[in-house]
């Protein structure tokens, strides 16, 4: 048996039907497979947790994030390739649009307009700034669109991740940030978070980062253009999840015992796939039609399918339009995806010797534009199966099969059960 599992990045939205984005979309593709299947609810970290991706994602892959994760910066530098070692700092940044005088934040995403070339010239500006009266170095690297790492280096001690975000929207808790609801629209100073010097050191430069970086990008010819042509400004940088370490964790061959490869489209799922020593299978995405880089992912998912047990898909798409409130771009974006990447592979593969999961990494409801704390919905399909024909929340809720699992993290072992029930295994 080979293990197809794809995670549709943000697609659930809650209970309510009427504002469902997949019980109202039209995705014959995956509803054929829930005629076939098993389903279920799964809270992808934990019961009142509105996970990120990279949390969500580690417990997806079977890795309790309690245990293995160790902030989202160095899945991000792992990712994207940047030096990083154990006692170097590493966050996710995000290029934004702020008052320079305020540092009130007008756009958290300077309008996702970014695009990846212009955020290269930007983060080339911000590159290698020394920082401490010399002390430290920042090494800045932009990833996808308003994306970016930034990884602190000291040349005299080693740094701390205990300290706050300085991105409002996500409040940390240990290791792992919330997302807020509700926050103050400013950027924040970052705070150690533990009595330790590395800890202040730590967000000192950060602090110190934020103010030279808005100095360089309000004035730079970028975002000088960016304005004339109408556009907002990314002249600010929000930082969150601090790390100083890489997950302890043993790879996942040797965890679960089958070969798993990976396609991904972000830099974050990347780290995690180069982490965990998965097999990392990649797409190329700039400028590329939406429907080509799907179509690609199926017959390389398909390709993979061959020479290893297993193949874990992450799709984007749905996420963004939920953050932007948009119903009907979210409802596309599973659309898109049913007819470009499940209408390929469902013919490229042997369905008979194929156990497939589909699910989300976490809810961003399109009414709330962030993400929730609601459990998303989980289904295991195989011909063998007899299922409820849709795939969606209320559907997987009222055909609860297979439970409310409390944790992503136990997806996969109940995959591997499954299989050993159908009389096989993955492997």
């Known amino acids: 048996m080979r293990l197809l599992y794809v995670v549709l990045d943000g697609a659930a939205d809650g209970f309510d039907p009427r504002r469902s984005s997949l019980h109202n979309a039209y995705k014959p593709n995956i509803d054929t497979l829930a005629r076939n299947a098993v389903c279920g609810l799964v809270y992808t970290v934990r019961k009142g947790i509105a996970p990120e991706s990279d949390v969500a994602v580690m417990s997806l892959l079977g890795y309790d994030p309690e245990k293995y994760y160790t902030g989202r910066g160095p899945l991000e530098a792992l990712g994207a390739g940047i030096p990083f070692e154990n006692g170097d700092v590493a966050l996710r940044a995000n290029f934004a649009t702020v008052d320079p005088q305020t540092l009130r934040i007008i756009d958290r995403r300077a309008g996702r307009s970014v695009t990846s070339s212009e955020a290269k010239e930007l983060a080339a500006s911000l590159n290698g700034m020394l920082l401490d009266k010399g002390n430290a170095t920042a090494l800045f690297?932009?990833?996808?669109?308003?994306?970016?790492?930034l990884v602190l280096k000291h040349k005299t001690m080693k740094l701390s991740a205990d300290i706050t975000n300085t991105d409002p929207a996500y409040e940390r808790v240990g290791r792992i940030s919330h997302a807020r609801k509700d926050f103050p629209p400013y950027i924040q100073e970052a705070r150690p978070l533990i009595d330790d010097p590395s800890a202040v050191k730590t967000a000192e430069l950060v602090n110190e980062f934020t103010v030279r970086a808005i100095e360089i990008l309000d004035k730079h010819p970028v975002n000088i253009a960016r304005r004339r042509r109408g556009l907002l400004p990314a002249n600010a940088v929000l930082l969150r999840d601090a790390g100083d370490s890489l997950p302890p964790a043993e790879p996942f061959e040797e965890k679960f015992g089958f070969r798993m490869a990976s396609i991904v489209e972000m830099v974050v799922e990347r780290g995690i796939s180069r982490a965990l020593k998965l097999?990392?299978?990649?797409?190329?995405?700039?400028?590329?039609?939406?429907?080509?880089?799907?179509?690609?992912?199926?017959?390389?998912?398909?390709?993979?399918?061959?020479?290893?047990?297993?193949?874990?898909?992450?799709?984007?798409?749905?996420?963004?339009?939920?953050?932007?409130?948009?119903?009907?771009?979210?409802?596309?974006?599973?659309?898109?995806?049913?007819?470009?990447?499940?209408?390929?592979?469902?013919?490229?593969?042997?369905?008979?010797?194929?156990?497939?999961?589909?699910?989300?990494?976490?809810?961003?409801?399109?009414?709330?534009?962030?993400?929730?704390?609601?459990?998303?919905?989980?289904?295991?399909?195989?011909?063998?199966?007899?299922?409820?024909?849709?795939?969606?929340?209320?559907?997987?809720?009222?055909?609860?099969?297979?439970?409310?699992?409390?944790?992503?993290?136990?997806?996969?072992?109940?995959?591997?059960?499954l299989a050993e029930k159908l009389g096989s295994r993955i492997g």
Not at 141 to 149: K, P
Not at 296 to 316: C, T
Not at 325 to 330: L, M, P, Q, R, V
Not at 334 to 361: A, G, P, Q, W, Y
Request: aromatic fraction near 6%; charge should be negative.
């Open 141 to 149: 690297e932009a990833t996808i669109g308003h994306r970016a790492v």
């Open 279 to 417: 097999k990392d299978i990649e797409v190329s995405i700039e400028g590329r039609p939406k429907s080509d880089v799907l179509a690609e992912e199926a017959r390389k998912a398909a390709e993979a399918l061959e020479s290893n047990d297993g193949v874990y898909v992450h799709l984007k798409g749905p996420d963004e339009p939920g953050h932007d409130g948009d119903f009907e771009a979210k409802k596309r974006a599973i659309e898109m995806i049913d007819e470009h990447f499940f209408s390929h592979i469902l013919n490229l593969i042997d369905l008979e010797k194929t156990l497939i999961i589909v699910t989300s990494d976490h809810a961003t409801p399109w009414f709330l534009k962030s993400h929730s704390d609601d459990p998303v919905p989980l289904m295991f399909s195989h011909p063998s199966l007899s299922g409820p024909g849709a795939f969606d929340e209320e559907t997987c809720r009222a055909n609860n099969t297979i439970g409310i699992l409390d944790h992503g993290y136990l997806i996969i072992p109940t995959a591997i059960r």
